[in-house]
């Protein structure tokens, strides 16, 4: 079977530990984690793993199965290319050899949608969004102007499809009694 990428939309309640044993089923699989991003929803004391891997969609669907019998997970999914809303992050710092050459990498940052974030005759800072390729194809341009370190987030996305968060959490119940629920998320409801 063809291995493709998909993402792994879990939506889960916050909490202590909940990351190991999530990456413990993607271990016990012997499946590489592409890219990982965690963060919490509109809705306070709920988070949202967003988990890139290449699969084949047997196993996603296997992996998903399992993640979803989680006590602290409310809701897993997958997801192909096709049927997200996806970005990521990047920060690039380009190295000049040449203090002249700031207004050929604002001019470069101009045409690719960057952000200057710093500047002086020692380095540039960058910041821009996109996918991959398209931050892999900027870094290669930067490089022309100087030796470049660059740092990119984990993807984070939109379902075009699928399940949205306000559809899940009525059909669960009495938040009180879900299992793992703590008080506290109560409270400050």
């Given at each position: ?14 909490m202590?530990g ?17 890219s990982?991003?965690?963060s ?14 290449c ?7 296997k ?6 019998t ?12 096709a049927d997200?809303?996806?970005s ?29 974030l ?21 870094l ?19 379902t075009?499809?699928?399940?949205r ?25």
């Amino acid at each position: 079977m063809e291995q493709k990428k998909y993402t792994i939309n879990i939506y889960t309640e916050n909490m202590v530990g909940l990351l190991s044993r999530i990456t413990a089923v993607f271990t016990r699989r012997h499946i590489n984690i592409e890219s990982l991003t965690v963060s919490e929803t509109e809705k306070k004391g709920i988070s949202r793993f967003t988990i890139g891997i290449c699969v084949t969609e047997d196993m996603v669907s296997k992996v998903v199965k399992k993640i979803n019998t989680v006590v602290e997970v409310i809701h897993a999914e997958y997801h192909t290319d096709a049927d997200l809303i996806s970005s990521e992050l990047a920060l690039f710092k380009v190295n000049l050899e040449d203090g002249k050459k700031v207004a050929g990498v604002e001019a470069l940052a101009m045409q690719n949608n960057a952000r200057v974030l710093s500047k002086n005759e020692q380095f540039v800072v960058l910041e821009k969004t996109g996918n991959r390729e398209t931050l892999e194809a900027f870094l290669r341009s930067l490089r022309n102007y100087g030796e470049t370190e660059y740092v990119r987030s984990g993807s984070i996305a939109l379902t075009l499809s699928g399940i949205r968060l306000s559809e899940i959490l009525p059909q669960l119940p009495d938040m009180k009694n879900y299992p793992g629920y703590s008080m506290a998320h109560h409270e400050e409801n």
